[in-house]
């Protein structure tokens, strides 16, 4: 239970970040959003972040939705060590996601100018 309970806090999170997040003209006084050093470069790398985090937890939401659903479907008694794994994977796998995509988008964008 606690797994979908993260999934729909991931969730809510990547809402927040998409659709509430702060305009970046409010830069360095920025409250919501997705507030790493690489996300808030340029207002557009800042809009890019916030629109993938959002993608990213919904990922992470599905994940944990799948995750719960086989194995209670499957009846697998699974360790404790492998639930905690899934937990975190599911608070830090969009950080990651989302930090991997910016890596590429700003390349991709340097090599465009």
């Known amino acids: 239970m606690v797994i979908i309970l993260l999934g729909i806090i991931m969730y809510f999170i990547g809402l927040i970040c998409k659709y509430l997040h702060d305009d970046y003209k409010q830069y360095p006084n920025i409250h919501a959003g997705y507030k ?18 959002y ?42 996601l989302t930090e991997i995509h910016l890596r590429k988008f700003n390349k991709s964008k340097d090599l465009n100018n």
């Open 36 to 53: 790493i050093g690489s996300a808030m470069k340029n207002k557009e790398t800042w809009e890019e972040a916030n629109s993938y985090i």
């Open 55 to 96: 993608k990213a937890c919904i990922i992470s939401l599905i994940f944990s939705i799948s995750f719960i659903g086989l194995t209670n479907l499957l009846d697998l008694k699974i360790q404790k060590v492998v639930y905690y794994i899934v937990e975190v994977l599911i608070l830090v796998g969009p950080i990651i």
